[in-house]
């Protein structure tokens, strides 16, 4: 009986730890015929302070965060190292700017499918917090 309560509080202080990460307009780009790399976008908040730490999913072999600026007229791209976000500072992925880079397609995509991206974060006192997000192919 009292281990019961403990696991529930347990399992109720993780479900709301999580909720308090909210992701929105989530949605990757379908790649062109041939080519086995794209472009995801995505607002996430937090109401703590989160590093993002790892994105993976089966379909691809491998997921980065990028940055993009215009540099001597050419877009450059460069790889965030654990982007932050937190309250009032969401992390904000959308087309022409700060993005999740997508490589290997393993599988072909369609238009409208749902694909769930987990993502690892890391909070100030070094926890971890796993959370999957769906995406849809547009
Ligand atoms: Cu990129």
Redesign the pocket.
């Known amino acids: 009986m009292k281990l019961n309560l403990l696991l529930f509080i347990l399992f109720s202080s993780i479900a709301f730890a999580e909720d308090n990460i909210i992701i929105s307009k989530a949605f990757i780009k379908m790649p062109r015929p041939g080519v086995d790399?794209t472009?995801g976008f995505a607002t996430i908040s937090s109401d703590t302070d989160l590093k993002v730490m790892n994105v993976f999913n089966k379909n691809f072999k491998n997921i980065?965060l990028?940055?993009?600026k215009m540099v001597n007229g050419v877009m450059e791209?460069?790889?965030l190292i654990e982007p932050k976000l937190g309250p009032n500072s969401p992390l904000v992925l959308s087309p022409g700017s700060d993005?999740?880079?997508l490589f290997g397609i393993t599988k072909d995509l369609k238009y409208g499918q749902e694909l769930d991206l987990t993502f690892v974060f890391n909070s100030n006192d070094g926890g971890e917090i796993t959370k999957v997000f769906e995406f849809t192919i547009k």
């Open positions: 790399v472009a980065e990028h940055s993009m791209m460069r790889k993005h999740l880079m």
